[in-house]
């Protein structure tokens, strides 16, 4: 079992600059894909980023790829997803997410955050 608590959404400008994090609980988080989603209003929940468990390999959506960065620290059990120049279609709620499989499909993922909202003005 693995508890995620999402943490450091917020409200900032296009252009800006958030830095989202999530902390797992349990002794195991070096045994999971960790990924970022993401869900807008109206809107189906999507892929953001993942990272493989050693956190060699990263993944990223189209969308962020070159903006946004996913990193892990496996000796403080956190997942971090720092997002850089955002546009006001970046503004969702997200999720950290873990996997047990090697995957950046949102329904193989077993275990899920809260989410937190962020929200990019114009």
């Known amino acids: 079992q693995v508890q995620l608590v999402e943490s450091g959404g917020g409200l900032v400008q296009a252009g800006g600059s958030l830095r989202v994090s999530c902390e797992a609980s349990?002794?195991?988080?070096?045994?999971?894909?960790m990924g970022w989603f993401r869900q807008a209003p109206g809107k189906e929940r999507e892929f953001v980023a993942a990272i493989s468990r050693s956190g060699a390999s990263t993944y990223y959506a189209d969308s962020v790829k070159g903006r946004f960065t996913i990193s892990r620290d496996n000796a403080k059990n956190t997942v971090s997803l720092q997002l850089n120049s955002l546009k006001p279609e970046d503004t969702a709620v997200y999720y950290c997410?873990?996997?047990?499989?090697?995957?950046?499909?949102?329904?193989?993922?077993?275990?899920w955050g809260q989410g937190t909202q962020v929200t990019v003005s114009s």
């Open positions: 997410a873990a996997s047990v499989e090697d995957t950046n499909t949102d329904t193989l993922y077993d275990y």
């Open positions: 349990g002794r195991t988080f070096s045994s999971y894909m």
